[in-house]
Each structure stands twice: as C-alpha cells, then as structure tokens.
C-alpha cells in the first residue's frame, strides 16, 4: 500500500499560480492529477510514467499546468499557472504500480487525501 501526501494548494487571484506537490511512501510506475468539482465525479488532469518522458494533459490546462515529477524523491509536482475561476476545486493526487496512460480515475490504486485550490 502506498500512502501519498499533497500540500501546496491555498487560495489565490485569477491569473496567478500555484505549486501542488505530493509525496508518495514508494516508488509507483505512473503518477496522476485529478480534480474534483462540487457534485461532480473526479476529472482526469495531466499524468506521467515514472520511467519516461511521457505525460498526458487534458486540453483545458494544456499550456497552463505543468505535471514533473521527482523519481529520487518519489514526489510529483503540479505547477499552476495562469489559474481562472473555473479552476476551483479538490485536486487529488493519485498513482498506480503499473505503466498506463489511462485517463479514467478508476485506473489508479493509490489516492491523495485532496487539497483545496480556490481561485477567485
């Protein structure tokens, strides 16, 4: 079992930015950002293999949102930019002991306990 731990998220001013991390307690094979709307289900953001250089983001954050991650450090960053309104939500951070590029949260094993990103 891999617990993983997130910080970073706070409220900030349409436009501006913010880092999200998370630490994870073991080496996992893919990383993964979701977000949560009220009322809503959990909705794919960007992901990354911990072996390549491979990462995927939704169209809406493309060119905003910047997923890395440091595999010494079994820590994932997601850096914000840019941040609109709608942006607000619970962001989670989530991973998986198996290569996928798989966008469905149901794919991932291990889940943050969420950080609040409120743009106003």
């Known amino acids: 079992h891999v617990q993983l731990v997130e910080s970073g998220g706070g409220s900030v001013q349409a436009g501006g930015s913010l880092r999200l991390s998370c630490v994870a307690s073991?080496?996992?094979?893919?990383w993964g950002w979701f977000r949560q709307f009220p009322g809503q289900g959990r909705e794919y953001i960007a992901s990354?293999?911990?072996?390549?250089?491979?990462?995927n983001y939704v169209d809406s954050v493309k060119g905003r949102f910047t997923i890395s991650r440091d595999n010494g450090k079994k820590t994932l960053f997601l850096d914000m930019n840019r941040l609109q309104v709608e942006d607000t939500a619970t962001y989670y951070c989530?991973?998986?002991?198996?290569?996928?590029?798989?966008?469905?949260?149901?794919?991932?094993?291990?889940w943050g306990q969420g950080t609040q990103v409120t743009v106003s």
């Open positions: 073991a080496p996992v094979f893919t």
């Open positions: 989530a991973a998986v002991y198996r290569w996928t590029e798989s966008q469905n949260p149901g794919d991932f094993t291990f």
């Open positions: 990354v293999l911990t072996a390549s250089s491979r990462i």
